[in-house]
């Protein structure tokens, strides 16, 4: 009776995969990709407040919308007279107000900013920007707002 008859097996090639490395590979490419990622994506951000039946519109030319993101901080976003879109462009708390009165000091009658702020703000930064909206000479403001979507979409 012959225990532990094992055969030995020398220079034989395994042909097991070692999958160790291409683990290590993808772990660093996912790190990679959680850093790079909130940089390319960087900019406005933003989750807009959601309304029942807001009224579509179309951007105009010369509307200027003041964007509050998720930090607090000002975007300004102006469409040209020619057209030009250039998006939104980050402006500091110092600036703002010497911005907006720059820019409402040639107009005579649109004296409009259209507000757009992230719903997870403090109500105090609205209101802030507010306050600096009114002493650069806006007379309207108007808040910019997402269709809410249902969960059973109407048919037409």
């Known amino acids: 009776m012959a225990m532990g008859g ?4 020398e220079g034989v090639v395994a042909a097991n995969i070692n999958v160790t490395p291409m683990i290590d590979v993808m772990l660093v490419l996912l790190i990679i990709f959680m850093i790079v990622t909130p940089a390319i994506t960087a900019g406005f951000q933003a989750t807009i407040p959601r309304a029942k039946n807001p009224d579509a519109k179309e951007e105009g030319d010369g509307e200027i919308r003041l964007g509050i993101d998720r930090e607090g901080k000002f975007y300004l976003d102006i469409t040209g007279a020619s057209g030009k879109y ?26 409009i900013l259209y507000l757009r702020a992230d719903e997870g703000i403090e109500y105090s930064r609205v209101q802030q920007a507010l306050e600096i909206a009114r002493k650069a000479g806006v007379r309207v403001v108007g808040a910019i707002a997402e269709q809410e979507r249902s969960a059973h979409p109407e048919r037409q």
Request: aromatic fraction near 6%.
């Open 6 to 9: 094992a055969k030995k097996t």
């Open 86 to 111: 250039t998006g939104p462009r980050y402006i500091s708390d110092e600036d703002l107000q010497g911005q907006l009165t720059n820019l409402y000091a040639n107009r005579s009658v649109d004296k």
